[in-house]
């Protein structure tokens, strides 16, 4: 279903406790209706998508931009996290839109890239990923596309453009993100030791400790997958994604025992 009707709503509900900390609001004020800042916004959406909550940055981005339609690093979150919803072809034509505001911006080509590589033109893909790469200044995610370029293309610099992002910028959520891009292209073994480096750099992070058990059960070591989910519970007891994938974790008989099984059947 379109997600564009998400991106501008009438009501939303007000900041997350987090941010009302950050503002020095008491987490038990009542909230008036108001009108955030852009900041607020943005750092709602960081906050979101921190956790994994890629609905709710959606709808935190669009906040944002209705405070201020040139903050453009907004126009690019709408992108990355519509990409990370599975709507590619929506991040595009939002990237489409972005960019006859901010013509050329690197971060929005780099966004556009990622789109269009999902949608199966690699070519064009690369394309615009030259240009971001080669546009001012520099930014993980640029190199981040272009390690998902590589990994779809099956070259072996894909390690050394999730290496440069990571060296870019050491925010866990870079290493998470890489993570999932492995994921996504069937890559759970490489995905789980960024997930790894990851949970090292935030272990105080149930979503990071979420994406290594999901690496860890995709690349079949059940135990291992049981323990990282079981620890995102310890942090968050009522963490859904990792209540989801701790229910698939229960049902996984685990790699070691598929091959045993395997070999008992021939």
């Known amino acids: 279903m379109p997600r564009f009707h998400r991106l501008e709503l009438p009501d939303d509900p007000p900041p997350s406790p987090s941010v009302k900390a950050e503002k020095g609001i008491p987490a038990d004020k009542p909230e008036k209706r108001y009108k955030n800042s852009v900041a607020d916004w943005m750092l709602e959406a960081s906050t979101q998508r921190r956790m994994?909550?890629?609905?709710?940055?959606?709808?935190?981005?669009?906040?944002?931009?209705?405070?201020?339609?040139?903050?453009?690093?907004?126009?690019?979150?709408?992108?990355?996290?519509?990409?990370?919803?599975?709507?590619?072809?929506?991040?595009?034509?939002?990237?489409?839109?972005?960019?006859?505001?901010?013509?050329?911006?690197?971060?929005?080509?780099?966004?556009?890239?990622?789109?269009?590589?999902?949608?199966?033109?690699?070519?064009?893909?690369?394309?615009?990923?030259?240009?971001?790469?080669?546009?001012?200044?520099?930014?993980?995610?640029?190199?981040?596309?272009?390690?998902?370029?590589?990994?779809?293309?099956?070259?072996?610099?894909?390690?050394?453009?999730?290496?440069?992002?990571?060296?870019?910028?050491?925010?866990?959520?870079?290493?998470?993100?890489?993570?999932?891009?492995?994921?996504?292209?069937?890559?759970?073994?490489?995905?789980?030791?960024?997930?790894m480096a990851a949970v090292n750099t935030a272990p105080d992070s149930p979503f990071a400790w979420t994406v290594r058990g999901i690496c860890e059960l995709e690349a079949g070591f059940n135990a291992q997958a049981k323990k990282s989910l079981e620890q995102a519970l310890q942090l968050e007891p009522g963490f859904k994604e990792a209540k989801k994938w701790m229910v698939a974790a229960q049902e996984n008989p685990g790699f070691l025992k598929r091959v045993w099984g395997f070999f008992q059947k021939r």
């Open 52 to 195: 994994g909550s890629y609905e709710a940055a959606l709808r935190s981005y669009g906040r944002a931009l209705e405070c201020e339609r040139s903050h453009v690093a907004a126009w690019v979150g709408q992108a990355q996290v519509l990409i990370l919803l599975g709507e590619p072809r929506q991040a595009e034509m939002w990237t489409v839109s972005g960019l006859k505001i901010f013509p050329n911006n690197a971060d929005l080509l780099a966004a556009r890239s990622q789109a269009v590589c999902r949608l199966g033109n690699h070519r064009e893909a690369l394309q615009y990923n030259d240009a971001s790469i080669q546009g001012e200044g520099t930014s993980a995610y640029r190199w981040s596309v272009r390690g998902e370029l590589m990994t779809a293309s099956k070259s072996s610099t894909a390690d050394h453009c999730f290496d440069s992002a990571e060296q870019i910028d050491a925010d866990w959520l870079v290493r998470t993100e890489n993570a999932n891009i492995l994921l996504f292209y069937n890559q759970p073994l490489k995905a789980m030791g960024r997930a």
